[in-house]
Every structure is written in structure tokens, then in C-alpha cells.
């Protein structure tokens, strides 16, 4: 049932983000927007990324925006610092008194289903969702902290997860760096179409 409603929430806010891909001007203006923060300009990055916890900004199209202006290398490194900080932030939050806020809003039961999801594919949840767009890598997080993952273990899956999206990504900004439209487009269709490929390894792992 949880895995049923993550498909039909994901794949909800994926359609309704496919009728809001940028426009050319959009994708000039907000990479120029971007650089002219001059050296600052991945501290901005990285907090975008670090917003999406709690606001409706994708993370991907950030990390795209780090490509193309540090290209593959560095853009990867800070994409990946910004997705893993992010991560521990969202998990940091459901272990200090966040955590009794959300008690009270959810049951008990609830609290438990949680927990036992997270012992039977916690890890892979999380590695497997690090791309996935919107709101659903942050929920996965939240989760794993209400579900007193063991941080050893949450770090080791959200740096696995965290590191090849950083990099993929970065390297679309990077190669396509002349033709932001195409790098920022691509960046919120890709992880729509990575959807299906992450649940189909997520109910593999599952078995």
C-alpha cells in the first residue's frame, strides 16, 4: 500500500511538472541570476537545494544550474555536498522536537508502519528516490528519521544515492552549458522518466 501511494503521488506531481518546463527566456534568466552571485554563486545553489525541504523548489534543475556553471567536476562535488547536507538536515529535524509536533498528527500505528518499512527497505528507499522529483526525496528523509533509522546506515544510503545524481546531472549542465534550455529541461523530465526504473529496483530489492 505505501509503495502504491508513492507511485500515484510521484507520478501526479511529475505530470503537473511536465506542463511547467521553463521557456528559453526563463532558462537565460535564471542561470544569469545564478552567476550573478559571482563566487557566492554555489552557496545560492546549495541552498536551493537545501529549500526544497520545505518549499516546492526541484533540486535537480539546482544541480543542473551548478553544471553549467562549474561544470561536471565541481558541479557534481557541490551537487552532491548540497543533496547529502540536505538529506541530514531533513533527518536531523525529525530527531529534535519537530519530531513530537509530528506525534500528534500522526498515529501511533502510523508510526509503526513507518518503522517497519524502514527496517525492510529503509536503505534502499533512499538510494533509490535521492532523483526522484519534488517532494518525495524529502519525504523519504523525514521519514527515515521519524523511523529512528540508525544514522550510520542513512548515511551510507544517502551518500550512495546522493553522489551519482549529483554527478549525472551536473554533467547535463555541463555538456549542455551553451543551451540552458535543453539542460534545464532535461533536468525536470529526467527524474519523471526515472520514476518506473526506481520502483521497479525498489520492489526487486523488496522481495
Not at 541570476?33 to 545553489?45: F, I, M, N, P, T
Not at 557541490?78 to 547529502?84: P, V
Not at 527524474?191 to 526487486?204: D, F, S
Request: one cysteine or more.
Amino acid at each position: 500500500m505505501t509503495t502504491r501511494l508513492l507511485v500515484l503521488g510521484t507520478l501526479s506531481l511529475g505530470l503537473t511538472a511536465c506542463s511547467r518546463l521553463p521557456t528559453p527566456q526563463q532558462a537565460n534568466d535564471a542561470v544569469l541570476r545564478l552567476q550573478e552571485y559571482d563566487s557566492w554563486a554555489w552557496s545560492v545553489g546549495i541552498a536551493l537545494i537545501w529549500a526544497d525541504l520545505v518549499l516546492p523548489i526541484p533540486q535537480t534543475p539546482a544541480i543542473t544550474a551548478l553544471g553549467i556553471l562549474y561544470g561536471t567536476l565541481l558541479g557534481g562535488v557541490l551537487g552532491s555536498l548540497g543533496l547529502i547536507t540536505s538529506g541530514l538536515l531533513g533527518y536531523g529535524l525529525m530527531r529534535t522536537s519537530a519530531r513530537r509536533l509530528v506525534h500528534r498528527f500522526v498515529g501511533p500505528q502510523s508510526l509503526l508502519r513507518v518503522e517497519r518499512l524502514f527496517d525492510d527497505r529503509g536503505a534502499w528507499a533512499i538510494v533509490l528516490t535521492r532523483s526522484l522529483p519534488y517532494s518525495v526525496p524529502e519525504a523519504i528523509v523525514f521519514m527515515a528519521g521519524l523511523a529512528d533509522m540508525p544514522l550510520r546506515t542513512f548515511v551510507a544510503a544517502l551518500t550512495l544515492g546522493s553522489v551519482p545524481t549529483g554527478f549525472v546531472f551536473a554533467a547535463i549542465g555541463a555538456g549542455w552549458a551553451d543551451r540552458p534550455i535543453l539542460a534545464l529541461s532535461a533536468s525536470y523530465v529526467l527524474p519523471i522518466l526515472l520514476l518506473p526504473v526506481a520502483l521497479h529496483l525498489l520492489k526487486r530489492r523488496t522481495r
